[in-house]
Each structure stands twice: as structure tokens, then as C-alpha cells.
């Protein structure tokens, strides 16, 4: 634990810290184009240029570990100049083209430029042309003047992903990023190396040109793509609609989070956002009268369905909740089945494709909240059937209503031929979720909710760890999420009492009455989940 | 004439044979090394005062004394003959005509350094030494010199040719390239005496220290020390080239001067011309003026001038060469060789290359030339490796020592 001297501010680091980040924790920060703390140290781009005491020249803080006694200077006179000329340097041939460029506004040659550079311009020869608008991969896009050769790609598909399809060729002010021959960058990571990127060189297909960064919002968000929850940010465009083709999310970017996913998401948790604005959408609650759906009100919705339910018997009900649902969703759904005595209940639907785990962050469940749906006791009762069993007994017409919370039958893992005996069978179908499919067109009623990118909850992952999600966003239409429409039905079912679960006003007042009633969630607050989130206790 | 010692061999016929290199005398050093203890000719080399005759110039015995002390790992012997710093061609000849006296050197080495691995990273375009040097090592192999019967656990050598590279001569572009990985050099630390080829304990000696080593070791540190000045012993290979009456490779103690290599060596300047300039160490070195040869050409007389011994690569240039164009072209050479890894030799050579080029095309700015001398005195000492360092001798030393002939090019738009 070396403790050192940063601009006159003693501070101790642990053991091999860099002087980047040795500044970082004395408050200093360190200009760098090609250090990331998630990759190998590459000492190119020389802009983290510090002082050292006793050292004649400036030393590159990112390969400079910091020492006992070291006495460091982030901004004297001679390492600011040094800054400067590593600006100039970085940019004589850069093409200076930000009003086309989608990095603009996040770029750090800008950024740095403003704050260490501001010199005045003295290249006036012809720069260096490279290749441009060249796509790597699915997602990628190459502008070779635009990029710095820092190398963070390269190291990238080389030490996090192993894949190694990027390489810098050519040598000199020639040398340009490019894909080995033969290979293209379709790794299932490849989206990291355009966060990565510093510069405009990577930029993403998908989002370029759609919306101006300044323009978005941003919500702290843990992805619902798979059972690890990775940390996400979620970038809407709300205020110019006449951008990103009127979609409101315009792209997800990977949040930081040491234990859960470091830096990194992968692809599918990336641009698997569409169905948030498609018109897919169940945007009113519907039933169908004369077998034609027709837009309703909440209210007639619920007492629809009230009436719906007390026609049967507990033992005629058959819920099929979803993994994909928050905890406070399936705490309040438990509250509700516990109440009205529903014992054939289930979350665990097969997918039609089993996934598979990877080393790196992607899980064979595609489901956030598996560990959450067991905790909150979704599964069967005692007595009740599981998922398979209660669509045969809705095939066997034992079970009259079944209520599908989220699932798509027809495109799970069960049976075909299963699935319709089920969907025939069952008197009435109660449809809740974000979108329209053919099992919600098979439904009496529709009952629309909200999306995990519009409202407040908690996802437990694979790994036990409870992690908050935060509205970008609000739910499209007359959308609400799912533990809202629960407490409205069990007021119109007499069953709400005075279960906070389905009275609370708030997501964080289901959430701290599922910690109070389940062990696992014991003492959790969404005060102290804060942004890591809380482990639950074995 | 004094004694010729790594030269001795180049005018004998089939020297580069196991057989005449034998007669000659040749592996005596070896021998008696066999019979040291690693440390003892550790030692003997640190009081030779050899130093890298590659173009740092660092002492060879310290260099060896880096490796990690008790360090179990493999460790490495890295030969650098990538000979490739303009003007230089004198580890050819070692190549060519005396190869043995490189091997009998890496075997002494090896044995210093305890290292049963020896990599020979040879020139890409050096076909004829790669042949000639490739035949030698079979022939040691064939005679037991080299392989498993090699007291201390034995020693190979493995050949390997360059692409074509000049960044692959830096030490560590080089352990890259060798590798199998693009020839960038690496950030330091670690060094290559802590971590080098392949991850493990590597020395990386040019062919020519090497070639040092078997006189060393059979006449005594004290006797080569005392062939050269107070901080470097013995001769050394100068590769003369230019305007001079009988270019080529001259052996001579490193106390000659830059004078008498020109003048007595090599016959003066062709058809009795003047002097106009002369680099004395390779490309990278500062360009000398006439007033500024009377200087002993060891690792010190060049760098009382701010100029560099480097590899000993002598360029001579009379009154007919115009110091402009001679910019141009090592500029364009810098620009061309950056590997492009750090960004201020990667960007600055290609741009200081089009702006010498456009002085020469007669299209220069006034300002141009401050612009240069700027450009290369930020970006000198910032980057990975010594290249950009060796562009910056030429930029500057051209620039300033002949100022004015540049002005005038520039006023003017033509050559004079």
C-alpha cells in the first residue's frame, strides 16, 4: 500500500495501482485515449503524461505504477504542454468532420481538445486518407480517419473476448484498424468496442444517425435479456420526436458494475430493446365482445376480469407467471393467488431454444428474474400444478381460466399441439404483459403492462444478487406495471386488506414488503440496494 | 595499420568454414570460456569496457547483470542482426565471411548469461548472410560446437529472417516480430533482461559485440580495454559510405578520429572535393560539420558534438549534396518505417516528411522550418522507443547547422 503525493495530496493506493488511477483517487484526473482499466496496458497514445519527481522527462502515468514516497505533478506547466502537443499530434490528421460524426458530443478528442488542447492549428498539408464508412460486423462501422490507433478494439477482441479479429495494419501514419482476413466482427461483444472506442472511428449501425447525443436522457437500468443483469444505461429520446424514427429508446450502453458485468454487455442484451417501442405494444386494456377486441378503461377492465374470476373456483384458476416479471410484480401476484387461494400456479415455461452459458457474461436463461421468481414463491402450491400440467388441465377443461402473464405459448418450449389443446380448452384466457402476441389474441382480456424501461423494480440474478431498475421513461399509453394492476384487482376482489403488497402507492413499499415477508430479502431497502444492489441471504 | 581483430578474417579465403576458421585460431575463446564460471566472464567482459556496438552503446557486461539473479525461467540469447540503420553494413561481413566468429560469441554468451537458447534474427533482405550463416551453424552442429553436447545443458541456435522492417532492429520491435506478433516495440518496464522473447529472461546483443567476445576472452579484458579510450575498449567496424574515395567497412580502434577514418582510412573526399557534411553513426545521428571531425569515434567524441556514435555508420558528403534534399530523404525514411504505434512519431514523421518534401518541391513556407524544429522537439523523449529519438537527430541537426541553405531554398523556390 504505497502512499504517494498527487498535486500536494497524500493518498495510499493498494499494490500496483497505476498513476491514473492513483490520481483519479486524489481527485485528479489524467487525460488518456488508450488506457482502459479493463485491458492490457499499451503506452500508445502518450497523452497521460505526469511528472515525477527526480524523473528528467515525463513518464506515461498508465504504465508508471505508483511507489512509496513518489511525489506526482497531473498539471504542471511542462506536462500540460506535453498535453498539448499530444492534442496536435492525435489530430493533424484526423478529419475534423464532428458535424457528420455521431461520436460528436461524446467524443474525447473534443472533449480533451477543449480542456488540454486549444492550440492554434499549424498542419496545412494534405492528411493521410483511409477508408471510411467501412462495416466490420453487424453492428460496427469502420471511419479509419477518424481513429486514433489507440488499440482498445484490438485488445478488446483479443483478451476479453479471445476472438481476435482486429488487427492495426500498415505501418506509420498509413496504419489503419481492420479485420483480418476472412473474419468479420460478429462476435456476440462486438458492440463493447464502439463504448470503448474514444473517438468516432467505431460507431454503431444501429444508432448512428438516428439522434444527436445531447439530446438524450439517460436511466440506470439492469438488463432483462438473460439471468446475469447486467448494469445498463438506457439513452431515450424523448423531446424530438421527429428523431430516432419517433422510437424513444435510442440505444443501451453497459453501466459499470465490478461483480456483475465490469465494462462490458454483450449484443443481444444491446439491441435487444426494440420491442420496448414497437407497435407491438399494448398500449389500453381490451376485451373482446363479439370476438372482436375493443379498447377499455381500467376500471371496466378490472371489474371485467373480477367478474371473470369469482364465476370460478381457486382450483379452476391456472396463473402462468413470468421470470420476467420484477419481484415486486411476483410479490404482489403471490399476495393475490395466496389471498383468492390459487394453487395451480407456475413461472417456469420452457423456451422453444435452450440457451447456453458462455465464459464471459451471457446465461442459458434468458430471464432476469428467475432467482426472484423462486424466492417470491411462485412456483406451485401445495397440491397445485406445474406450467405443463396446468395447460393440460386446461386442455382437460378442470382448469376454465388461465391467465398468462408475459409467456407467448405458442412460441415456448411446450408442445404445439399442447399448447392449442390449452389455449381451446380454457373457458377464459386473461392476457397481461408489454406486447401483443398470438397467445394475447387468443384472450378474452388484455391487460397492458408496463415495461421494465418504464418503471421502477428490482430484478434478482442468477447469482442472488437484487438490483434496481429505474424508469428512462414513462409506460407507454395506459400501460402500468404489473403490481398496480394486481392491488386494483384485489381491492375490486375485496382481498386487499391491508397487505402493503397490494395497497402500497409506490414500487419501493412492495419491494420492502416482500423484504419484510421473505427471508432472503431480509433487511433489503431500495435505499441500500443503491446502485450495486444486496447479495440475498442463503 | 594496427592489428585487425574482428576484421581479421574477411580477406582470407573461406574463412567462413568451420575448417579455416580453425586455423585462424578460431574457437580458443571458447574453450578456455568453457572452463569460467559464468560470473568470471561476466566480469571479464564488464572490464573490457565492451559496449553495444549495435548503436546504444550500453556496456555489454552490465547489460548481462540485469537478468534477475537466481532466476530459474529460461532465459535467451537474442542475436540482433537486423542490421538496418542507414549507412551501416558491417554486421554483413561478420555474416558473410566470418559467421563462426558469431556463433563462438553467442556460445560464450550463452554460457555468461546460462542460456540454452540463442534466437539469430537476421535482415530480411541479408539472403547471402542468411545462407552463409545457416551453413555455418550446421557445420558447428554437425562438429558438436553446438546442440546438446554443449557443457551446461547444452545450446541451440535458431535462425530467423526478418520482413523487412527497420523498427524490427529495436530490441523489443524485434522480440515482438520474433514472436510471431507485429514488430512494435514494448512499453518498459519490464525490460527484456526481466521479461523479453516469449515472456522470459532475454539479452538482446548485436552480432558484432558478440564477434568481440572470442578476443576477448582468449587475450584478456585489460588488453582490449586498453585498444580503445578510458570508457570503451577495443576496435570496432565503421561502415564508411558517400563521397569518399574508398568506401566500406574499416576496422579501427575507437579511439580513431573522424578526421583520419575519412582522410588516412578511406582516402579523403572523391576528386579532392570539400567536406560538407558527414553523420557519423547511421541515419539517426546528428549530421557532423567539417569543423567538427577532430572527434575520437567512440561513444563519447560524437556525443561532445550532440551527435550520436550509434552503429558507427559513416555518411560522407561533399559540396554537391544539397542538405534539404538529404532531409527529404531521411525524413521520408522515418515516415515510412514509424510502426505507427505511439502517436507522436506515428503522426509527426509523416508530417514533417510532406513539409521537408515541400521545401524541396520548391513550395516551402517560412515559417516551415520553426514548425519542424517544434514538431520534433515535443514529440523527442515521449515515445516507447528510441526511433522517433534517432528522427529527431537528423530533423533538428540538418535544419539548424544549415539553416540558411534551406532559407535560400525557401526564398527562392529552386535549388541554388
Same mark, same amino acid.
Given at each position: 500500500?504505497?502512499? +504517494?503525493?498527487?498535486?500536494?495530496?497524500?493518498?495510499?493506493?493498494?499494490?500496483?495501482?497505476? +498513476?491514473?488511477?492513483?490520481?483519479?483517487?486524489?481527485?485528479?484526473?489524467?487525460?488518456?485515449?488508450?488506457?482502459?482499466?479493463?485491458?492490457?496496458?499499451?503506452?500508445?497514445?502518450?497523452?497521460?503524461?505526469?511528472?515525477?519527481?527526480?524523473?528528467?522527462?515525463?513518464?506515461?502515468?498508465?504504465?508508471?505504477?505508483?511507489?512509496?514516497?513518489?511525489?506526482?505533478?497531473?498539471?504542471?506547466?511542462?506536462?500540460?504542454?506535453?498535453?498539448?502537443?499530444?492534442?496536435?499530434?492525435?489530430?493533424?490528421?484526423?478529419?475534423?468532420?464532428?458535424?457528420?460524426?455521431?461520436?460528436?458530443?461524446?467524443?474525447?478528442?473534443?472533449?480533451?481538445?477543449?480542456?488540454?488542447?486549444?492550440?492554434?492549428?499549424?498542419?496545412?498539408?494534405?492528411?493521410? @486518407?483511409?477508408?471510411?464508412?467501412?462495416?466490420?460486423?453487424?453492428?460496427?462501422?469502420?471511419?479509419?480517419?477518424?481513429?486514433?490507433?489507440?488499440?482498445?478494439?484490438?485488445?478488446?477482441?483479443?483478451?476479453?473476448?479471445?476472438?481476435?479479429?482486429?488487427?492495426?495494419?500498415?505501418?506509420?501514419?498509413?496504419?489503419?484498424?481492420?479485420?483480418?482476413?476472412?473474419?468479420?466482427?460478429?462476435?456476440?461483444?462486438?458492440?463493447?468496442?464502439?463504448?470503448?472506442?474514444?473517438?468516432?472511428?467505431?460507431?454503431?449501425?444501429?444508432?448512428?444517425?438516428?439522434?444527436?447525443?445531447?439530446?438524450?436522457?439517460?436511466?440506470?437500468?439492469?438488463?432483462?435479456?438473460?439471468?446475469?443483469?447486467?448494469?445498463?444505461?438506457?439513452?431515450?429520446?424523448?423531446?424530438?420526436?421527429? @428523431? %430516432?424514427?419517433?422510437?424513444?429508446?435510442?440505444?443501451?450502453?453497459?453501466?459499470?458494475?465490478?461483480?456483475? %458485468?465490469?465494462?462490458?454487455?454483450?449484443?443481444?442484451?444491446?439491441?435487444?430493446?426494440?420491442?420496448?417501442?414497437?407497435?407491438?405494444?399494448?398500449?389500453?386494456?381490451?376485451?373482446?365482445?363479439?370476438?372482436?377486441?375493443?379498447?377499455?378503461?381500467?376500471?371496466?377492465?378490472?371489474?371485467?376480469?373480477?367478474?371473470?374470476?369469482?364465476?370460478?373456483?381457486?382450483?379452476?384458476?391456472?396463473?402462468?407467471?413470468?421470470?420476467?416479471?420484477?419481484?415486486?410484480?411476483?410479490?404482489?401476484?403471490?399476495?393475490?393467488?395466496?389471498?383468492?387461494?390459487?394453487?395451480?400456479?407456475?413461472?417456469?415455461?420452457?423456451?422453444?431454444?435452450?440457451?447456453?452459458?458462455?465464459?464471459?457474461?451471457?446465461?442459458?436463461?434468458?430471464?432476469?428474474?428467475?432467482?426472484?421468481?423462486? +424466492?417470491?414463491?411462485?412456483?406451485?402450491?401445495?397440491?397445485?400444478?406445474?406450467?405443463?400440467?396446468?395447460?393440460?388441465?386446461?386442455?382437460?377443461?378442470?382448469?376454465?381460466?388461465?391467465?398468462?402473464? @408475459?409467456?407467448?405459448?405458442?412460441?415456448?418450449?411446450?408442445?404445439?399441439?399442447?399448447?392449442?389443446?390449452?389455449?381451446?380448452?380454457?373457458?377464459?384466457?386473461?392476457?397481461?404483459?408489454?406486447?401483443?402476441?398470438?397467445?394475447?389474441?387468443?384472450?378474452?382480456?388484455?391487460?397492458?403492462?408496463?415495461?421494465?424501461?418504464?418503471?421502477?423494480?428490482?430484478?434478482?440474478?442468477?447469482?442472488?444478487?437484487?438490483?434496481?431498475?429505474?424508469?428512462?421513461?414513462?409506460?407507454?399509453?395506459?400501460?402500468?406495471?404489473?403490481?398496480?394492476?394486481?392491488?386494483?384487482?384485489?381491492?375490486?376482489?375485496?382481498?386487499?386488506?391491508?397487505?402493503?403488497?397490494?395497497?402500497?402507492?409506490?414500487?419501493?413499499?412492495?419491494?420492502?414488503?416482500?423484504?419484510?415477508?421473505?427471508?432472503?430479502?431480509?433487511?433489503?431497502?431500495?435505499?441500500?440496494?443503491?446502485?450495486?444492489?444486496?447479495?440475498?441471504?442463503? | 595499420?594496427?592489428?585487425?581483430?574482428?576484421?581479421?578474417?574477411?580477406?582470407?579465403?573461406?574463412?567462413?568454414?568451420?575448417?579455416?576458421?580453425?586455423?585462424?585460431?578460431?574457437?580458443?575463446?571458447?574453450?578456455?570460456?568453457?572452463?569460467?564460471?559464468?560470473?568470471?566472464?561476466?566480469?571479464?567482459?564488464?572490464?573490457?569496457?565492451?559496449?553495444?556496438?549495435? #548503436?546504444?552503446?550500453?556496456?555489454?557486461?552490465?547489460?548481462?547483470?540485469?537478468?534477475?539473479?537466481?532466476?530459474?525461467?529460461?532465459?535467451?540469447?537474442?542475436?540482433?542482426?537486423?542490421?538496418?540503420?542507414?549507412?551501416?553494413?558491417?554486421?554483413?561481413?561478420?555474416?558473410?565471411?566470418?559467421?563462426?566468429?558469431?556463433?563462438?560469441?553467442?556460445?560464450?554468451?550463452?554460457?555468461?548469461?546460462?542460456?540454452?537458447?540463442?534466437?539469430?534474427?537476421?535482415?530480411?533482405?541479408?539472403?547471402?548472410?542468411?545462407?552463409?550463416?545457416?551453413?555455418?551453424?550446421?557445420?558447428?552442429?554437425?562438429?558438436?560446437?553446438?546442440?546438446?553436447?554443449?557443457? #551446461?545443458?547444452?545450446?541451440?541456435?535458431?535462425?530467423?529472417?526478418?520482413?523487412?522492417?527497420?523498427?524490427?532492429?529495436?530490441?523489443?520491435?524485434?522480440?515482438?516480430?520474433?514472436?510471431?506478433?507485429?514488430?512494435?516495440?514494448?512499453?518498459?518496464?519490464?525490460?527484456?533482461?526481466?521479461?523479453?522473447?516469449?515472456?522470459?529472461?532475454?539479452?538482446?546483443?548485436?552480432?558484432?559485440?558478440?564477434?568481440?567476445?572470442?578476443?576477448?576472452?582468449?587475450?584478456?579484458?585489460?588488453?582490449?580495454?586498453?585498444?580503445?579510450?578510458?570508457?570503451?575498449?577495443?576496435?570496432?567496424?565503421?561502415?564508411?559510405?558517400?563521397?569518399?574515395?574508398?568506401?566500406?567497412?574499416?576496422?579501427?580502434?575507437?579511439?580513431?578520429?573522424?578526421?583520419?577514418?575519412?582522410?588516412?582510412?578511406?582516402?579523403?573526399?572523391?576528386?579532392?572535393?570539400?567536406?560538407?557534411?558527414?553523420?557519423?553513426?547511421?541515419?539517426?545521428?546528428?549530421?557532423?560539420?567539417?569543423?567538427?571531425?577532430?572527434?575520437?569515434?567512440?561513444? !563519447?567524441?560524437?556525443?561532445?558534438?550532440?551527435?550520436?556514435?550509434?552503429?558507427?555508420?559513416?555518411?560522407?558528403?561533399?559540396?554537391?549534396?544539397?542538405?534539404?534534399?538529404?532531409?527529404?530523404?531521411?525524413?521520408?525514411?522515418?515516415?515510412?518505417?514509424?510502426?505507427?504505434?505511439?502517436?507522436?512519431?506515428?503522426?509527426?514523421?509523416?508530417?514533417?516528411?510532406?513539409?521537408?518534401?515541400?521545401?524541396?518541391?520548391?513550395? #516551402?513556407?517560412?515559417?516551415?522550418? !520553426?514548425?519542424?524544429?517544434?514538431?520534433?522537439?515535443?514529440?523527442?523523449?515521449?515515445?516507447?522507443?528510441?526511433?522517433?529519438?534517432?528522427?529527431? #537527430?537528423?530533423?533538428?541537426?540538418?535544419?539548424?547547422?544549415?539553416?540558411?541553405?534551406?532559407?535560400?531554398?525557401?526564398?527562392?523556390?529552386?535549388?541554388?
Amino acid at each position: 500500500m504505497p502512499k +504517494l503525493t498527487v498535486n500536494g495530496k497524500e493518498i495510499t493506493v493498494p499494490d500496483g495501482t497505476n +498513476l491514473i488511477e492513483a490520481a483519479k483517487a486524489a481527485g485528479a484526473e489524467v487525460p488518456h485515449y488508450c488506457y482502459h482499466p479493463g485491458l492490457s496496458i499499451a503506452g500508445q497514445c502518450r497523452l497521460c503524461m505526469v511528472d515525477i519527481d527526480k524523473v528528467p522527462r515525463p513518464q506515461i502515468a498508465c504504465n508508471t505504477q505508483a511507489a512509496e514516497g513518489m511525489v506526482v505533478q497531473t498539471e504542471s506547466e511542462r506536462v500540460k504542454d506535453t498535453r498539448r502537443s499530444m492534442m496536435e499530434f492525435h489530430l493533424i490528421n484526423h478529419p475534423l468532420d464532428c458535424p457528420v460524426c455521431d461520436q460528436a458530443g461524446e467524443c474525447w478528442l473534443q472533449i480533451y481538445y477543449m480542456k488540454h488542447g486549444l492550440y492554434d492549428p499549424r498542419m496545412t498539408d494534405e492528411k493521410v @486518407h483511409k477508408p471510411k464508412a467501412v462495416p466490420l460486423g453487424p453492428h460496427v462501422i469502420l471511419d479509419a480517419e477518424r481513429c486514433i490507433l489507440c488499440s482498445r478494439c484490438v485488445r478488446f477482441c483479443d483478451e476479453i473476448t479471445g476472438t481476435g479479429e482486429l488487427g492495426i495494419f500498415h505501418r506509420g501514419d498509413h496504419s489503419e484498424i481492420g479485420l483480418f482476413p476472412g473474419t468479420a466482427l460478429e462476435n456476440a461483444y462486438s458492440g463493447n468496442v464502439i463504448d470503448i472506442c474514444p473517438v468516432g472511428a467505431l460507431t454503431d449501425r444501429d444508432f448512428r444517425f438516428q439522434v444527436r447525443v445531447w439530446y438524450l436522457d439517460t436511466a440506470k437500468s439492469v438488463c432483462n435479456g438473460c439471468a446475469r443483469g447486467c448494469n445498463i444505461e438506457i439513452h431515450t429520446n424523448k423531446h424530438r420526436t421527429h @428523431h %430516432n424514427q419517433g422510437k424513444r429508446v435510442a440505444r443501451i450502453k453497459p453501466r459499470f458494475h465490478a461483480e456483475v %458485468n465490469k465494462w462490458w454487455i454483450c449484443d443481444a442484451g444491446r439491441y435487444g430493446f426494440r420491442w420496448i417501442d414497437d407497435e407491438s405494444r399494448l398500449a389500453a386494456p381490451g376485451v373482446t365482445v363479439d370476438g372482436q377486441s375493443v379498447e377499455t378503461t381500467w376500471d371496466d377492465a378490472v371489474a371485467t376480469f373480477a367478474g371473470r374470476m369469482s364465476r370460478y373456483r381457486p382450483e379452476e384458476i391456472g396463473v402462468l407467471a413470468s421470470p420476467q416479471m420484477s419481484n415486486e410484480d411476483l410479490w404482489a401476484l403471490r399476495r393475490l393467488l395466496d389471498s383468492l387461494g390459487v394453487m395451480h400456479r407456475d413461472f417456469a415455461v420452457p423456451p422453444r431454444e435452450p440457451g447456453e452459458d458462455d465464459k464471459l457474461l451471457i446465461r442459458a436463461d434468458k430471464n432476469p428474474n428467475t432467482r426472484g421468481a423462486q +424466492l417470491a414463491g411462485l412456483g406451485p402450491a401445495a397440491g397445485g400444478l406445474d406450467a405443463g400440467g396446468i395447460l393440460d388441465a386446461a386442455a382437460a377443461k378442470k382448469i376454465k381460466l388461465l391467465w398468462v402473464l @408475459h409467456h407467448d405459448l405458442t412460441a415456448s418450449g411446450f408442445a404445439a399441439s399442447r399448447v392449442s389443446a390449452a389455449l381451446a380448452g380454457a373457458e377464459t384466457i386473461v392476457f397481461q404483459g408489454t406486447n401483443a402476441n398470438p397467445t394475447s389474441a387468443r384472450a378474452a382480456l388484455v391487460l397492458p403492462s408496463a415495461a421494465y424501461a418504464e418503471r421502477d423494480g428490482t430484478f434478482t440474478n442468477f447469482e442472488g444478487r437484487v438490483q434496481r431498475f429505474r424508469p428512462a421513461m414513462a409506460p407507454l399509453g395506459e400501460a402500468q406495471p404489473d403490481w398496480v394492476t394486481f392491488g386494483l384487482l384485489a381491492a375490486r376482489l375485496g382481498k386487499a386488506g391491508t397487505d402493503v403488497a397490494l395497497t402500497a402507492q409506490r414500487a419501493d413499499e412492495v419491494f420492502a414488503a416482500l423484504a419484510a415477508a421473505v427471508p432472503a430479502f431480509s433487511g433489503m431497502l431500495y435505499r441500500t440496494l443503491g446502485d450495486t444492489g444486496q447479495m440475498v441471504s442463503a | 595499420m594496427a592489428e585487425l581483430i574482428l576484421s581479421r578474417n574477411f580477406s582470407v579465403p573461406d574463412a567462413h568454414t568451420l575448417r579455416v576458421y580453425r586455423e585462424g585460431g578460431g574457437y580458443k575463446g571458447w574453450d578456455k570460456a568453457k572452463g569460467m564460471e559464468p560470473a568470471a566472464i561476466t566480469e571479464e567482459v564488464k572490464k573490457s569496457n565492451l559496449r553495444g556496438l549495435g #548503436g546504444a552503446g550500453f556496456p555489454t557486461g552490465v547489460k548481462w547483470g540485469f537478468i534477475p539473479k537466481g532466476s530459474t525461467a529460461p532465459k535467451y540469447l537474442v542475436v540482433n542482426a537486423d542490421e538496418g540503420e542507414p549507412g551501416t553494413f558491417k554486421d554483413r561481413y561478420i555474416l558473410e565471411r566470418d559467421p563462426h566468429a558469431l556463433i563462438e560469441g553467442m556460445l560464450i554468451a550463452a554460457r555468461a548469461i546460462d542460456s540454452r537458447l540463442g534466437f539469430v534474427y537476421i535482415r530480411g533482405e541479408y539472403v547471402q548472410p542468411w545462407r552463409v550463416f545457416s551453413a555455418a551453424v550446421k557445420e558447428a552442429y554437425d562438429a558438436g560446437l553446438l546442440g546438446a553436447g554443449v557443457p #551446461g545443458g547444452g545450446f541451440d541456435i535458431v535462425v530467423h529472417r526478418g520482413a523487412g522492417a527497420y523498427i524490427c532492429g529495436e530490441e523489443t520491435g524485434l522480440i515482438s516480430s520474433l514472436e510471431g506478433k507485429k514488430g512494435w516495440p514494448k512499453v518498459k518496464p519490464p525490460f527484456p533482461a526481466v521479461k523479453g522473447a516469449f515472456g522470459h529472461p532475454t539479452i538482446v546483443n548485436n552480432v558484432e559485440t558478440l564477434a568481440c567476445l572470442p578476443p576477448i576472452v582468449t587475450r584478456g579484458a585489460e588488453w582490449f580495454a586498453g585498444l580503445g579510450t578510458k570508457t570503451q575498449g577495443g576496435t570496432r567496424l565503421y561502415s564508411v559510405s558517400g563521397h569518399v574515395v574508398k568506401p566500406g567497412v574499416v576496422e579501427a580502434p575507437v579511439s580513431v578520429t573522424l578526421r583520419s577514418l575519412i582522410y588516412d582510412h578511406c582516402g579523403g573526399i572523391r576528386g579532392g572535393r570539400p567536406l560538407k557534411a558527414v553523420v557519423p553513426g547511421g541515419s539517426s545521428a546528428a549530421i557532423l560539420t567539417p569543423d567538427e571531425i577532430d572527434i575520437a569515434m567512440d561513444v !563519447d567524441g560524437p556525443k561532445s558534438k550532440g551527435s550520436m556514435i550509434g552503429s558507427a555508420g559513416i555518411v560522407v558528403m561533399d559540396d554537391t549534396v544539397s542538405i534539404p534534399d538529404a532531409l527529404m530523404v531521411v525524413a521520408r525514411f522515418y515516415a515510412h518505417e514509424s510502426c505507427g504505434q505511439c502517436t507522436p512519431c506515428r503522426e509527426s514523421t509523416g508530417w514533417i516528411y510532406k513539409m521537408t518534401h515541400r521545401i524541396v518541391e520548391g513550395k #516551402g513556407r517560412k515559417e516551415d522550418l !520553426d514548425t519542424i524544429l517544434d514538431v520534433a522537439k515535443r514529440g523527442a523523449g515521449t515515445t516507447i522507443c528510441a526511433f522517433y529519438d534517432g528522427a529527431v #537527430g537528423p530533423y533538428i541537426s540538418y535544419i539548424e547547422k544549415f539553416r540558411e541553405e534551406f532559407e535560400a531554398l525557401i526564398r527562392s523556390g529552386a535549388h541554388a
